[in-house]
C-alpha cells in the first residue's frame, strides 16, 4: 500500500529520490503537490536567481497511477533536476533522453485525466482533446483545421452539448453552470 495523503506521497517521493543513483544535491530541492494540474504527472521547475529546484508532483496522477508506476514520474523530475542543477536549463533533448535512459525514467507519462472538451474538425476526422477552455474552445468559428481547413466544433465531453461560437460556448458555459 503507497501513500494516502499528499504529505504522506511528498514524504515518501522525497525518500524515494534519495534512492535513486544520480547526483543533485537534495538541500536545494524543494516538493510540492499540485490538485490543479491535469494534464502532466509533475513538473521541475528552477528559480535561476536562488538557484532552488521545485519539484510539483500530481496527486491525481499518484492516485490514477498507484506507487510502481508514479517512481517513474520522481524519476523523470529529477533528470530535470539534475539538468538545472548542474547546466541551469532542462529540456527533453539528447541529454535528458541518456541521462532518462540510465534511470530507467519515461520520456512521458500517460493520461491520468479525462478531457473535459473535445475539439473537431467539421470535415475531417481530426480532433484534439482539451482540458481547459483554450481560445479555440471558446472562439471555434475563428480557428480552421490544421488538416483540411475547416471550422472547429466543440463538445462538451460530459454532457455532449456542442458548440461552433463564442456564443454558443457562453451559454455552454451558462447551462453547464457548476457541471462545467
Do not use: N
Not at 81 to 104: P, T
Amino acid at each position: 500500500m503507497g501513500p494516502e495523503t499528499r504529505d504522506e506521497l511528498l514524504d515518501a517521493a522525497e525518500r524515494y529520490a534519495r534512492t535513486v543513483p544520480i547526483p543533485v544535491d537534495f538541500e536545494r530541492i524543494e516538493w510540492e503537490c499540485s490538485d490543479r494540474a491535469v494534464r502532466r504527472a509533475g513538473a521541475c521547475l528552477y528559480d535561476h536567481r536562488t538557484e532552488q529546484v521545485t519539484i510539483r508532483l500530481t496527486w491525481e496522477a499518484y492516485r490514477s497511477f498507484g506507487w510502481d508506476e508514479f517512481t517513474g514520474t520522481i524519476r523523470h523530475e529529477l533528470v530535470h533536476a539534475w539538468e538545472f542543477q548542474r547546466f541551469s536549463e532542462s529540456g527533453h533533448g539528447r541529454r535528458f533522453k541518456a541521462k532518462a535512459r540510465e534511470l530507467d525514467a519515461p520520456r512521458h507519462c500517460r493520461s491520468f485525466a479525462d478531457a473535459r472538451l473535445r475539439l473537431v474538425c467539421s470535415s475531417c476526422d481530426w480532433e484534439a482533446r482539451r482540458f481547459r477552455a483554450s481560445e479555440a474552445v471558446k472562439r471555434p468559428a475563428e480557428r480552421r483545421c490544421g488538416s483540411c481547413g475547416s471550422r472547429y466544433r466543440v463538445e462538451h465531453v460530459e454532457s455532449g452539448r456542442r458548440w461552433r461560437t463564442h456564443a454558443g460556448y457562453l451559454v455552454a458555459r451558462r447551462k453547464l453552470d457548476g457541471d462545467w
